[in-house]
């Protein structure tokens, strides 16, 4: 079972990250922005409590409960800001929205990805800004949800949501060898 722990792992939080931005998408496009929003950043805050509950915690022993709870949520929020004015961008900059809401959205996740895995490693926080595997997963992530939008745009739902998924799954792969799982007495406070 501990050799199925870390793929499991994988696909159940790329699961919530993906849910969590296609029922956003489809409670905007409903009209009801707000709603949308709370399910994005549901998702998104599930999707980093299922890497403290399946890996943290058991592999770590690390019951800091409060700390990543806090953590956890204000990435969330922050990741939540970022998906909004990512989708505000692409949908109101005419010819050149897709380009732009691409370039948004890899620059501020390239700084939401360096904090999140320097916050997790006990180092300074931009110390990933330039490290060779977090650019690559974050540009993974700004090629394939800026793909996945306008594949929806053009009527191909399937494709979109396939390209989506797998763009998840592979930010994931590299993320996840990113992340140092270390006993709470190794951990920053």
Known sequence: MEQLRPPLTLIVLSLFEFLGLVLWIQQVNSGNYLIGA???AAGLSLERFTVYVTMIRPIARDERIGLYTQRFTIQGVRETLIWVAWLW????????RYIAALVFLFVTML???SVDVAEHNGVPRLSYLNHPKVLLLTAIEAIGATAWLYLLHQ?????ALGVLFVAFIAEHIFQGQMVEIKPAAAQPA
């Open 38 to 40: 709370v399910i994005l």
């Open 89 to 96: 961008i692409a949908l109101n900059l005419g010819a050149i």
């Open 111 to 113: 700084l939401e990805h």
């Open 155 to 159: 009527g191909q739902d399937t494709t």
